[in-house]
């Protein structure tokens, strides 16, 4: 059982930028997924980005070359560097990892509120 622990959320203005973190509690492995959602208020949890075992991203459209998506797997650490931030960003991020041996384990963290005021 692997647990997620994200932080770095916080209270920004439009323009600003922060940095999320997401520790899982024993390790990344290089097959491994690792991914950011977020959730707004009244609306479904939708992809940010995301990073697998062999370095491809993928990014949610409203993206727009804003974000970038990392890992140490070392570390058992992933990153979400956010600049630019916009209003429209305000939201519930969470982070995500997707583990597959013999069956597919998904595991989530309990999410960090971001909050970009205009």
């Known amino acids: 059982q692997e647990q997620l622990v994200e932080s770095g959320g916080g209270l920004v203005q439009a323009g600003d930028s922060l940095r999320l973190s997401c520790v899982a509690s024993k390790r990344i492995f290089d097959r491994d997924t690792t991914s950011w959602y977020r959730q707004a208020p009244g609306k479904q949890r939708e992809l940010v980005a995301s990073?697998?075992?062999?370095?491809?991203?993928t990014y949610g459209d409203f993206v727009k070359g804003r974000f970038t998506i990392s890992r140490d797997n070392a570390k058992a650490t992933h990153f979400l560097q956010m600049n630019s931030l916009e209003p429209e960003d305000t939201a519930v991020y969470y982070c995500?990892?997707?583990?597959?041996?013999?069956?597919?384990?998904?595991?989530w963290g309990q999410g960090t509120q971001v909050t970009v005021s205009s």
């Open positions: 990073i697998n075992g062999v370095g491809t991203t």
């Open positions: 995500h990892l997707r583990r597959s041996i013999l069956r597919t384990y998904d595991y």
